[in-house]
């Protein structure tokens, strides 16, 4: 471990380790890295921090991370190690306890048959995780970290926030599938004919088995918990190992994963594999090397060889050769799948058959790449004699993302899942589905066999009225008008006409403390999100906090209760770089918090909750609690610093960044009904419906 995870672990500042090497003889010596940049032995560093009585206030969680990053195999072997315990004390707990009751070495001999027993009885007997080696009684003392973790936030929710660190610290080197996306495909897939699943045993459950060919981390296999046998591929091995225990770990229903190229060399293959009931997929985009020539004549292509710059549609119809006759399979597809001139011929087959149901446009920024609209393609398994369907759905949301320049996973979830699930609903129910304009239509089939067969969904709906009509047009100008009446009432005093001719006065030099001091002394609770639990409450993302919006996240499911919000918190995104706090208001309260986002509950017997936000955001302040990865910026709230001040003063500096804030809010709010009302008049005046004079 580096200088800086040292500081990191034990709450401290940079500095402060580097006072610590100079002042104490025994403190570690650096067993790696270089003369500058030097690292230690994690369990060196941690036993010199517990003689010194500087471990005590390190949070369990930030413990365990630290062996995940100091694990010598590297941090996907770790949480390899980690899950497989995990899964151990959630299956075996009685197993584990006799494991654990004894020293480390014996320990270590006694837990790798264990580990052996417990993942072939859950994955069978091959498996991507393969046999566990002799465990190093150096490894247990992690093992035994991690199951008290376990302890304090149950088995998945242990692994969910160990894999949740190593995917925020390598966010370029996974392409992921968000959770309010995975839920919605789910949601498309499920049973039909008023199915529902079951979990695993249950008396009375109705079978039902999914497959990802591209699992990834198995998130949406994970969005299908009450599946009775889920099936994942991926063709990277570690993340076939970690889909699957996630997915164990998440319930008692068996998973079968394999860690091959699924094109090339399926796992799960017909007819030694029984067909699913529905596929669930995020396929890699644009691979040019899929495997053209070499699988020319394989019996999955039914509807036509995909051209070779068409591997999207060859893993529509490798989903559409794993189902039963009536099993749905959901894709997420780039736009172009849809245009382009080299797949007319398979889309066309794909329509006149009845296996392509709905294509689904969603919002930019649903999921990666964000800066593209993406497709979902929803398809059906025709069975013999089966009547043709009405038509082809074709749903477009792209108005209902909460507004431009949202970013990664900012579509409007809620408004999304409401408006797709609608549409889909009633084009299964065979009845008249009355069409939305720009939103919804179910176009004949034979009307899109044209030379394109172009199947993106703005080709062929109707538009909606020019920015909901003069009517709302007029409603937008007359909110802006108040609004923009609003900021100018809320805009902050100039100075004093003299106050230029002035000589600068010295910034005051305040006594200061920081947030890590604060929580250490109960003066406030820290809180870190995860967007996962039980219930139904909705999720306040890193988005919804930089952009001042309401929560517009969709709460993953896990057995424990999530983190609400309460007025007075303040919430601060823990990445980014820039200077965000914002105070939870009674509009607010309520929400999860979500993934990336940390929550300081302060005493407000002791701490004004704006004066605390007010401090927090200052850019030189952000500056000096700030640490660069490559690929981002994080925060560490704890070296945050505000001044010492009594209750009254605080009080003082809290009114003038409340009333900054209101501030922010308005002009906000004016910019976003200004481009409203900007391109409803653009739209209005180009079709007719807004008079130029």
């Known amino acids: 471990m580096t200088a800086a995870e040292i500081a990191r672990l034990a709450g401290v500042g940079r500095a402060a380790v580097s006072n610590w090497r100079r002042r104490h003889a025994d403190f570690p010596r650096p067993v790696g890295g270089t003369e500058t940049s030097p690292s230690f032995a994690l369990a060196q560093v941690t036993d010199w921090l517990r003689a010194q ?22 941090s996907v072997a770790a949480l390899v190690k980690a899950g497989s315990a995990l899964l151990l004390v959630r299956d075996r707990p009685r197993e584990w306890l006799e494991a654990a009751a004894v020293s480390d070495e014996r320990m270590a001999t006694l837990l790798a048959p264990a580990l052996d027993r417990v993942l072939a009885l859950r994955f069978g007997p091959a498996h991507p995780l393969g046999a566990t080696a002799p465990l190093p009684a150096a490894s247990v003392p992690f093992l035994r970290a991690a199951a008290e973790l376990a302890a304090e936030l149950g088995t998945r929710g242990a ?81 076939a190992s970690l889909a699957a225990l996630r997915l164990a770990l998440q319930s008692d229903a068996p998973v079968r994963a394999a860690a091959a190229d699924s094109l090339r060399a399926d796992a799960f293959a017909r007819p030694a594999a029984e067909p699913v009931d529905a596929v669930l997929c995020h396929p890699p985009f644009n691979e040019r ?130 408006a797709v699930e609608e549409a889909w609903t009633a084009y299964e129910r065979g009845g008249p589905a009355p069409d939305v304009p720009g939103v919804r239509r179910v176009v004949p089939v034979v009307d899109l066999l044209d030379d394109d067969v172009d199947l993106t969904p703005a080709r062929h709906l109707p538009p909606p009225a020019a920015g909901g009509g003069l009517a709302e047009l007029t409603a937008v100008r007359d909110r802006l008008d108040s609004t923009l009446t609003r900021a100018a009432r809320l805009t902050p005093p100039a100075p004093p006409a003299d106050a230029k001719d002035r000589p600068a006065a010295a910034p005051a030099r305040l006594p200061l403390t920081t947030v890590g001091e604060l929580a250490r002394a109960g003066a406030l609770l820290l809180y870190t999100g995860t967007g996962s639990g039980a219930g139904r409450a909705p999720v306040l993302t890193e988005y919804d906090v930089s952009a001042g919006t309401g929560p517009s996240g969709t709460l993953a499911a896990a057995a424990e209760q999530p983190l609400l919000t309460a007025p007075g918190d303040v919430v601060v995104p823990l990445t980014g770089g820039a200077g965000v706090a914002r105070v939870v208001d009674a509009a607010t309260a309520g929400a999860a918090l979500g993934r990336g986002l940390q929550l300081l509950r302060p005493d407000q017997a002791a701490l004004d909750p704006w004066f605390l936000a007010g401090f927090l955001r200052a850019t030189a302040n952000n500056r000096r609690a700030s640490s660069h990865a490559s690929t981002t910026t994080r925060l560490d709230v704890r070296r945050l610093e505000l001044p010492r001040l009594p209750r009254t003063e605080q009080e003082v500096y809290g009114a003038r960044f409340r009333a900054l804030a209101e501030f922010e809010d308005a002009l906000r709010l004016a910019a976003r009904l200004g481009e409203q009302l900007v391109q409803g008049l653009y739209d209005g005046l180009s079709d007719g419906t807004v008079r130029p004079e």
Not at 53 to 72: F, M
Not at 335 to 352: E, K, M, Q
């Open 159 to 239: 692994f969910e926030f160990l894999l949740g660190r190593h995917l925020e610290a390598n966010p370029r080197q996974y392409t992921l599938t968000p959770d309010g996306l995975a839920l919605l495909m789910a949601a498309l897939a499920g049973p039909v004919s008023g199915a529902s699943p079951g979990s695993s045993g249950a008396a009375g459950a109705v079978p039902f088995t999914v497959l990802d060919p591209a699992c990834g981390t198995g998130t949406l296999l994970r969005a299908l918990p009450g599946a009775t046998i889920r099936y994942a591929q991926d063709s990277s091995p570690e993340l």
């Open 53 to 74: 009585g500087k471990l005590a206030e390190v949070p369990l969680r930030e413990r365990v991370w630290q062996y995940v990053t100091a694990h010598p195999g590297g």
């Open 289 to 418: 090397n899929w495997g053209h020539e070499e699988l020319a004549y394989d019996p999955r292509w039914e509807y036509g060889l995909p051209a070779r710059a068409e591997s999207e549609l060859a893993w529509v119809q490798h989903a559409l050769a794993h189902l039963r006759e009536g099993g749905t399979a959901v894709l997420l597809m780039p736009p172009a799948a849809a245009a382009r001139r080299s797949g007319r011929r398979i889309r066309a087959d794909l329509l006149r058959r009845g296996a392509l149901r709905a294509v689904v446009a969603l919002p930019a920024g649903a999921a990666p790449p964000y800066g593209i609209p993406l497709h979902l393609w929803v398809l059906r398994r025709p069975a013999p004699q089966a009547a043709p369907p009405a038509g082809l759905l074709l749903v477009d949301t792209a108005a209902l993302a909460d507004g431009p320049g949202q970013g990664p996973g900012r579509a409007g979830w809620a408004a999304v899942h409401s």
